[in-house]
């Protein structure tokens, strides 16, 4: 009888305690490759959203570049309401009799309303949601000197409301599934100036007089399930897919665009905007016409591309340290994940070594009777081996079983989570601070390891109870009780 079938035969002697031990063993095997796998997929989702980020923030920053012109006016947070409609004299609010025609007042009766409750979404800096305006009201800007063109713009959200919880407070916000963009598709407007994405992906672009089409990011795409060509609905309403463009800025990862008078339609806010571009002869007059629109709209907010370049450049600032910091928590992660796989490597090695001094002690009287009929040192040292060997591989094919199922579970709990400020949709930049999406999952790479693993850990754990089995002598262990 070879000395494989005597170890899987003794092995087989002892159901109850080799498989308590395989178990044992398993788990072990299970902690050491899954705690890799955590490290790895940390690493991994650092990257991925570091090289997200800076990618976004360097097509974002060029975007801005280009705009250098163009100054961005929308109604301020605590005007909401303002500018709905011009009364005429006879129409005056109660107790203001002969108000001049040019007094703005609040009127909800000539707000359209929109179509999805909360819809009105903010622009890429944002970060909140935007409030409507008659865009009647605002006529007077195109004539202000050094205005070369103006472009309104009705920007849409439509989604889903989330509820969250932040620093002990609840609340609802807008997490939108894309963003609908009206824009004027006139050739004086889309000719000459910079309001339409310019990395068309598939398809073309919009062009002076397109109605009833859609321009889709690759993120649409998706979400409609929709390419060039087909068809989609969009709040009831078909639109035909002419064009997807890919990303060139934070604020249009989730946007399609369409013709003004179509995003009015769609929305029921025919009349309505949510903000202008203005754009100026020259970067020159830029400050200037800022402040004349400021003086002439108090209401209004008004920023320009260089104010946008100095937020981008200190959100950038911002977000380089805290990818510092979470750098340094990988570290950490990292030096932990060495210190508990070192502690998994010397419980495993003690478990064989205990198991097998057991079993040497156990069965000195057969350990000499095998010396006494001729057996040499050699041959029962590499039996007591070879059993430490089997149960350890068993032991592995259990682990890698465990960890294949659990390493997700296994990881969460032995290694800290790595926190890193990241983008969420409709928000703007670094709007919230959410943990790294990491899913741990065993690789082929860590499954050979942890055969090699067990096969070395075996081999050591057997190797003194192995060693020792061999030096007995057969006349001692004859009289062995």
Not at 297 to 326: C, F, G, I, K, W
Not at 369 to 378: D, H, R
Request: proline share 4%; charged share 10%.
């Amino acid at each position: 009888m070879g000395i494989v079938t005597r170890a899987i035969r003794n092995i087989s002697r002892r159901k109850m305690r080799a498989l308590l031990v395989i178990i044992a063993l398993g788990f072990s095997m299970a902690i050491m490759i899954s705690i890799p796998a955590g490290v790895f997929a940390n690493q991994e989702a650092a990257q991925d959203l570091t090289d997200n980020l800076s990618n976004i923030i360097s097509q974002t920053g060029a975007t801005i570049n280009q705009t250098l012109t163009q100054i961005e006016c929308s109604l301020a947070p605590d005007m909401a309401g303002y500018g709905f409609s011009r009364p005429d004299i006879s129409t005056t609010s109660p107790g203001q009799p002969g108000q001049a025609p040019d007094v703005r007042v609040f009127d909800p009766s000539q707000f359209g309303g929109g179509a999805v409750s909360g819809m009105f979404g903010g622009g890429a800096f944002a970060g909140g949601q935007a409030n409507p305006m008659n865009e009647s009201l605002y006529t007077d800007i195109s004539s202000l000197a050094g205005v070369a063109a103006v472009a309104p713009i009705l920007q849409a959200s439509q989604g889903q409301n989330v509820t969250m919880e932040r620093m002990g407070r609840t609340y609802t916000r807008l997490v939108p599934d894309y963003v609908i963009e009206g824009i004027p598709l006139t050739l004086e407007v889309i000719d000459n100036y910079p309001i339409l994405p310019t990395n068309i992906t598939a398809g073309r672009n919009l062009q002076a007089g397109d109605s009833g089409v859609v321009l889709l990011s690759e993120n649409n795409s998706a979400f409609f399930e929709a390419g060039v060509g087909d068809s989609i609905t969009i709040l009831d309403q078909t639109f035909t897919v002419i064009g997807i463009h890919g990303t060139s800025s934070v604020s249009d990862l989730t946007t399609l665009y369409m013709n003004l008078s179509d995003a009015q339609a769609v929305t029921n806010n025919t009349g309505f905007i949510t903000s202008l571009k203005v754009f100026a002869e020259s970067s020159s007059l830029v400050t200037q016409i800022s402040n004349e629109i400021s003086s002439l709209h108090p209401e209004l907010t008004v920023s320009t591309a260089q104010q946008r370049l100095d937020q981008l450049t200190s959100l950038q600032t911002m977000y380089n340290t805290t990818l510092e910091n979470a750098e340094a928590s990988l570290g950490q992660t990292q030096a932990l994940a060495i210190q508990e796989i070192l502690v998994v490597i010397s419980a495993t090695s003690l478990i064989v070594l205990f198991v097998m001094l057991y079993t040497v002690r156990e069965r000195t009287k057969e350990i000499g009777t095998l010396k006494a009929i001729g057996f040499s040192n050699t041959t029962v040292m590499s039996q007591f081996m070879l059993e430490g060997v089997l149960l350890s591989l068993m032991a592995g094919v259990v682990g890698i079983a465990i960890g294949v199922i659990a390493a997700p579970t296994l990881s969460s709990l032995l290694l800290p989570s790595v926190n890193l400020f990241g983008t969420t949709s409709g928000g703007g930049f670094f709007a919230n601070p959410q943990p790294l999406s990491a899913t741990a999952a065993v690789n082929p790479q860590l499954i050979l390891l942890a055969f090699g693993a067990s096969l070395l850990l075996g081999a050591l754990g057997s190797l003194y109870p192995s060693w020792r089995a061999a030096k007995i002598r057969p006349a001692e262990a004859m009289k062995y009780e």
